[in-house]
């Protein structure tokens, strides 16, 4: 698990290359040591690049609400997914800092989207090409905000390569079919999602106060385990950022080293 030390890599420019490289190349870091205190996780952001603002705000509280209005802010289980894919363009970085964890369950989980996709193409080529072929509708509404998207689950650069994966099952609408073309399409859906929660490709992170991770939003799909019971708070805070502040600012820092 690729993971730095907070005190070194503000100092150390070495060791702050070698984390945001870990991003890059692996798709996440754990930053460890991270103060706990409230908005912290913007001083996380801004230490690379910008912070993208959204409906959520500049930062938003992953806990427990009255009302919710994601299932992010319940106790309940939470699946492999993407953030956000009703945006365009989605924010390619996502910053989850955990101020306190003092809950049973709760476990975070991640999967490299960019290899299940890879092992769904060699074990099922038909289902990869119908997902990277088919325009799929992202959509979200809230009292303040309606946000739409439509885009192929498993998007593709002109050589065929792999470049972005958009996964949430609660906030994809449909697809609009021919009833056999639907058919293939949902069978294609259901053998990447068995793909995907294949517990070979998932990391299970137990975050613990001062745990800052930083993963790629286009990349890694997140997950949660439930919560068991009511005893015990779980807080984190979290923002969006994108690659390409981080990937300058890697870049700077290896011209420096030069």
Known sequence: MPEADWASYQRD???KAAALDAVVRKGFVVLRGVETTERRVLDVATSFGFVRDTNYGELFDVRIEANPVNLAFTGLPIT??????????VPTLQILHCL???TAGGDSGFVDAFKAAA???AENPAAFDMLSRTEVTFTFASDDAEL???R????LDPYGRIREVRFNNRSMQPVRLRSTDAVRFYDAYRAFAEVVNRPELQIVLRMQPGDCVIFDNVRLLHARTG???????????????DL???ESTLAILRRGRG
Do not use: K, W
């Open 100 to 102: 306190r964890n003092a």
């Open 152 to 155: 192929p689950m498993i998007g």
């Open 244 to 246: 390409d502040g981080l």
């Open 80 to 89: 492999p997914h993407t953030d956000n894919p009703y945006r365009d363009p």
């Open 227 to 241: 919560f068991e019971g009511e005893a015990g708070e779980r807080h984190l805070q979290g923002c969006y950022a």
């Open 119 to 121: 092992v769904l193409r």
């Open 13 to 15: 420019a070495g060791a």
């Open 148 to 150: 739409s998207a439509t």
